[in-house]
Nanobody, 126 residues
Framework: QVQLVESGGGLVQAGGSLRLSCAASGRTSSSAAMGWFRQAPGKEREFVAAITWRVGSTYYADSVKGRFTCSRDTAKNTLYLQMNSLKPEDTAVYYC???????????????????WGQGTQVTVSS
């Protein structure tokens, strides 16, 4: 299994930027994909972005396209989420996750992700 630790959250004004990092340890080379999800108070956890670990193909929720960029550094076993033009509705706890296999599942769903970080709070003030 993969151990994941997020960092980089904080408080930022609307229009500002933050970069989240997710340090992975363990069997990262066996990950098919890694992703970011978020959960706002009173809402269900939702998909934000994902990247296939070997090829680096990226996928985004419509709500963050053009503002967020997901990337990875395979040498450092680290996943990133660069968040620009932040909005108050981006306020949430952000989680990174790793999926060993995507067979039979879509990376937009939570189901294929079997390792999760503890989450980092992002708060965007208006």
């Amino acid at each position: 299994q993969v151990q994941l630790v997020e960092s980089g959250g904080g408080l930022v004004q609307a229009g500002g930027s933050l970069r989240l990092s997710c340090a992975a340890s363990g069997r990262t080379s066996s990950s098919a994909a890694m992703g970011w999800f978020r959960q706002a108070p009173g809402k269900e956890r939702e998909f934000v972005a994902a990247i296939t670990w070997r090829v680096g193909s990226t996928y985004y929720a419509d709500s963050v396209k053009g503002r967020f960029t997901c990337s990875r550094d395979t040498a450092k076993n680290t996943l990133y989420l660069q968040m620009n033009s932040l909005k108050p509705e981006d306020t949430a706890v952000y989680y990174c996750a790793a999926a060993r296999s995507l067979i039979g599942h879509t990376l937009y769903a939570q189901r294929p992700y079997d390792s999760w970080g503890q989450g980092t709070q992002v708060t965007v003030s208006s």
